[in-house]
């Protein structure tokens, strides 16, 4: 296990518990297995080195460059350093050897774990995700009892709601690059913003008036961004690309019924106990969640699960090791790792044009769902006479929706994506924007079910 508990006692017990092989008596290293000592270009992609591996194939693992470690029957001498970036560190490039995997059966390796564990991280994943969603939504219904005590207007009412959305379209721009960093990796991510999250939880709660609700609400929102922004990144770990889709088809499922099943709990809550056990109720969910998450979720990102292992080695034996991944970001100063974290992602998403659309489009999604979630207790509870309750399972009709959805979404990526990638042919990524288009021309007619009357 590699869990955040496993790690804490296997620090505390120096090894002796939770150990790895490494720290295992009679652990003997297999040193066919690793990189040479050469360094990576800045790109994090082995240029130059087919030519010198003849017979190996890099190219299938382009863009991961530790998915498949290269095999040379002698780490101490690799000569062909043409193309790769010089060292910045004071100790010399020779005396680093650059650890990969054990052999392509590695069993520390993600993608070699078996279905069972696969689906349990999955799972995990899931649920973080249904349960910090739930928390987007979950104050709508406790709107008119909030205006109530607070005396505040609508509009006023409506702010910790749109905060929190606003929240966790800010997070991701910190913690999803912090999630690549191979000192980091995306389960201590994962464990520390959530415990963050639940701490706010019991001020939300406590709330005295609507201003320290709604900074409260847009932390919570940030702190909970992980869930949103990190998720997909973990699938691609754990999983080949064929299958990918799959997962992620899933994970927008409970991206789906989080914030839809938010104000069916509120609503619950909000009628028989009050508007703030509706935070009281978010935070043993995600109490719950982060107790399970803290004791039964690994760490997923290959390069940090790899560079604590240059670590245990370089410990070990007393040899300076080191993973291609850090050894990238090793010779970065301050402000270059500032900007490749906070600056680059915002720069990509305003000077590439697609991905600029995109994530325009997204937007445009998100902003009409969360409209729906502040117009139906206005809608359903002040025009049709609805109580708490009755108006929360309003909101159910969109899980049918998001299950009719992935119902025809997977037999076309297997069709299209999945089958072709298992015979070895990978499809354009233009595949997937035709899906978009479809879907794009569909929306905008859910818009005018608005028109229809309630009967």
Not at 181 to 206: D, E, K, N, S
Not at 329 to 349: F, H, M, Q, S
Request: charged share 15%; hydrophobic share 45%; net charge negative.
């Amino acid at each position: 296990m590699d869990t955040a508990f496993a790690q804490i006692i296997n620090f505390v017990s120096r090894g002796r518990l939770f150990s790895y092989p490494e720290e295992r008596p009679g652990f003997e290293v297999p040193t066919e297995f690793w990189y040479g000592p050469q360094k990576p270009a800045h790109n994090g992609i082995e240029e130059g080195i087919e030519d010198a591996f003849d017979g190996i194939d890099v190219e299938s693992n382009r863009g991961n460059h530790n998915a498949a470690p290269l095999e040379t029957s002698d780490t101490s001498t690799v000569n062909n350093k043409e193309g790769l970036e010089k060292n910045t560190d004071s100790e010399p490039e020779s005396d680093i050897q650059y650890v990969g995997w054990y052999g392509p059966d590695d069993p520390e390796n993600p993608k070699n774990w078996t279905s069972l564990k696969k689906s349990v991280v999955a799972a995990q994943v899931l649920t973080l995700t249904f349960a910090v969603y739930v928390g987007s939504s979950i104050y709508t219904p406790a709107l008119p009892e909030v205006m109530e005590a607070f005396h505040i207007s609508q509009t006023v009412g409506l702010i910790p709601l749109s905060v929190f959305v606003f929240g966790y379209g800010i997070g991701p721009v910190v913690f999803s690059p912090l999630s690549e960093h191979p000192v980091v990796g995306r389960m201590w991510i994962y464990v520390l913003t959530l415990l963050i999250f639940v701490c706010l939880q019991v001020p939300t709660a406590l709330s005295k008036n609507i201003g320290s609700l709604i900074i409260l609400r847009f932390l919570g929102g940030v702190f909970s961004s992980p869930a949103l922004a990190t998720s997909g990144a973990t699938f691609g770990d754990i999983y080949q690309i064929s299958y990918t889709p799959f997962a992620l088809a899933l994970w927008a499922i409970s991206c789906i019924c989080g914030p839809v099943f938010g104000p069916v709990l509120g609503g619950v809550f909000a009628q028989v106990l009050g508007w703030r056990w509706t935070f009281w109720m978010l935070t043993w969910m995600a109490g719950a969640c982060l107790a399970v998450l803290f004791f039964f979720f690994p760490e997923t990102s290959a390069e940090n699960i790899l560079f604590r292992r240059a670590q245990r080695l370089e410990k070990l034996i007393g040899k300076k090791y080191s993973t291609a991944a850090r050894q990238e970001w090793k010779g970065k100063k301050v402000p270059t790792v500032a900007y490749d974290i906070l600056l680059r992602p915002i720069l990509i998403t305003f000077t590439e044009p697609v991905v600029f659309a995109l994530g325009l489009y997204i937007a445009l999604l998100y902003s009409t769902l969360y409209s729906w979630f502040e117009a139906f207790p206005i809608v359903f509870t002040e025009t049709h006479g609805f109580n708490t309750t009755q108006s929360g399972l309003a909101y159910l009709g969109l899980i049918v929706g998001g299950f009719v959805g992935v119902g025809l979404y997977l037999p076309i990526i297997y069709t299209k994506f999945t089958r072709p990638v298992l015979q070895g042919n990978f499809p354009p990524v233009s595949m997937f924007m035709k899906l978009c288009m479809i879907g794009s021309t569909i929306f905008p007619m859910s818009l005018d079910g608005i028109q229809v009357e309630y009967l």
